[in-house]
């Protein structure tokens, strides 16, 4: 600042922005741009369904009704496949890296639409809009930004071998994550070469619906990507369409088995994600404090509505009290209520029915003699809401420590050593993910090579990324997404032609 400044001195410090200066719009004010009344996405084109069929969305905010939504039928399913195997002609033998410039559009694409499709997550699924704007939507960008880095790279797989398409694949996905999954999906199965029919979960169909916008604007040609919605029938169809060269599936365990049993001797490849009851595994040289941050965020993240959840706490027995002590204090911290509220860290339970099998859940383990304890949160009068839960006192046997809740619901057990916290860890039927907390390396090393999940999270959890595959063990199902091991899943190998 010049000597000969009017200002004085404590004035010249000051930042005057005058009005040049302006906010950016809150996020959950962004316009949501949801329809009345949805259409199908076969071959390019908006179409009514075959079957004249409509069902209502809600939005589990308030319980009120967003959108219909058309009910896809086998006739739809067929049509949608047609296209799919058309399209597969030229796609297919379209150079990788033009391929990759489609997906690279996509992924702007969401990026410039981000609060809109977050709104819209939010409003439809009951997820906090800091989840959707923070995690789900940039995450989905990334799986597609990552995957068109691939599409022309890969003769670099698997080094001397060629990676070939597969043909239609047929995806079936669940609610928790509606956009995310789809990106999980449709970015690895498009960057090898492959053309998808694609259905959404029956309450949180609009973000995929909107995605067939946004595939229009990104100039995908007909038929790449079709969007068909429905139930269980719907999904039904899209697993035994003949023209399947694939089936990938994230959902229950319960109806992957279904799954897998109707694909059996088709000669359909099949990958499937499904559920989970993961170990938090906390150390008695553990860092405390970010430690309950984990473990909070381990069971908390997106009401509880995550198949890697650490929804079994497994602490030693020495810091078992100071740790149940801190966690109810943090417990008491946590704002539930409307998720389109940007202070909310726990929205909405995804449907009436999610919320009647939590409410179901929680009670068997009060009736079974576990403690319970429950933030004092008031909760809106309407929608669907659930206290964020944690049970102490909870046997192994105790249907709260088998069984997966899919609810903000934690159960806390002990163990006094590493070989007891394996043996309980690894005593399930699931194998998904687990947490590690301890201040050692050697142990966290350990730890890791003897659980029985897919993933395994040291001193921190729920950390994803794309170039990072995930999947699991046991009934957690098989298959992976991300990374290159994901890329696999969507192509068949041949000798490399080095004379090309
Ligand atoms: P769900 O299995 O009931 O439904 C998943 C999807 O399958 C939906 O789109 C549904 O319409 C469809 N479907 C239902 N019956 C079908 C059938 N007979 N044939 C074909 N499709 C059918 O599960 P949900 O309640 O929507 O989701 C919650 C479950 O998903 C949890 O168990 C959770 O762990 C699991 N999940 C797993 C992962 C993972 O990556 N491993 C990710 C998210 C969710
Ligand atoms: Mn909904």
């Not at 800091?130 to 670099?156: N, Q």
């Not at 499904?274 to 941050?293: M, R, S, T, W, Y």
Request: hydrophobic letters at 40%.
């Amino acid at each position: 600042m010049p000597a000969k400044s009017p200002r004085s001195k404590s004035q010249a410090r000051e930042l005057l922005f005058g009005d040049l200066w302006e906010f950016d719009p809150a996020p959950e004010s962004a316009p949501a741009f949801i329809d009345d009344r949805y259409r199908l996405f076969i071959d390019g084109k908006h179409s009514a369904p075959r079957s004249k069929k409509y069902f209502d969305s809600i939005s589990p905010r308030d319980g009120k009704k967003l959108a219909e939504i058309p009910v896809a039928n086998a006739a739809d399913v067929d049509a949608a496949y047609q296209a799919a195997a058309k399209a597969f002609k030229s796609w297919s033998k379209l150079p990788g890296a033009e391929r990759g410039k489609y997906l690279f559009r996509i992924a702007r694409l969401l990026q410039d639409r981000s609060r809109e499709f977050a709104v819209a997550e939010t409003l439809d699924g009951g997820k906090p809009i800091k989840e959707s704007r923070d995690f789900d939507l940039p995450m989905a960008a990334a799986h597609f930004f990552y995957h068109a880095g691939w599409a022309d790279k890969l003769d670099y797989v698997a080094p001397g071998r060629r990676l070939n398409p597969l043909g239609v694949i047929g995806q079936v996905i669940p609610w928790n994550f509606p956009l995310l999954m789809l990106a999980w999906k449709i970015a690895p199965a498009l960057a090898t070469g492959n053309t998808v029919v694609l259905k959404p979960a029956e309450t949180t169909s609009i973000t995929a619906l909107k995605f067939a916008t946004l595939l229009e604007q990104a100039g995908l040609p007909p038929g790449v990507v079709n969007i068909v919605t429905g139930a269980g029938e719907t999904g039904a169809a899209v697993v035994n369409h003949p023209l399947a060269a694939k089936i990938a599936f994230t959902g229950s365990t319960e109806v992957g088995k279904i799954i897998q049993r109707s694909l059996a001797g088709t000669g359909k490849k099949l990958t499937l994600e499904l559920g989970g009851k993961a170990a938090n595994i906390v150390f008695d040289d553990a860092p405390l404090d970010q430690a309950v941050e984990g473990i909070i965020n381990g069971i908390f993240f997106n009401q509880g509505h995550v198949c890697c959840a650490g929804s079994r706490l497994l602490v030693q027995e020495g810091i078992e009290t100071e740790i149940i002590a801190r966690l109810k204090r943090r417990l008491a911290t946590l704002r539930t209520g409307d998720p389109l509220d940007k202070n909310t860290d726990i929205g909405a339970i995804n449907s009436a029915e999610q919320l009647g099998r939590i409410r179901e859940l929680v009670q068997s383990g009060i009736d079974e003699g576990a403690e319970i304890h429950q933030s004092s949160c008031q909760l809106p009068k309407q929608g669907f809401y659930h206290a964020p839960t944690l049970f102490t006192g909870v046997a192994q046997s105790h249907r709260i420590a088998r069984e997966e809740i899919f609810g903000p619901v934690l159960s806390i057990m002990s163990f006094r050593t590493p070989e007891e916290a394996i043996e309980k860890a690894n005593n399930t039927c699931y194998g998904l993910s687990a947490g590690v907390w301890t201040d050692k390396g050697s142990k966290i090393l350990m730890m890791a090579s003897r659980l029985k999940a897919g993933v395994v999270w040291a001193n921190t959890y729920n950390k994803f990324d794309p170039s990072s595959p995930f999947g699991g063990y046991k009934e957690s199902g098989f298959g992976r997404e991300g990374g290159k091991h994901g890329l696999l899943d969507y192509a068949s190998l041949a000798p490399l032609d080095i004379t090309r």
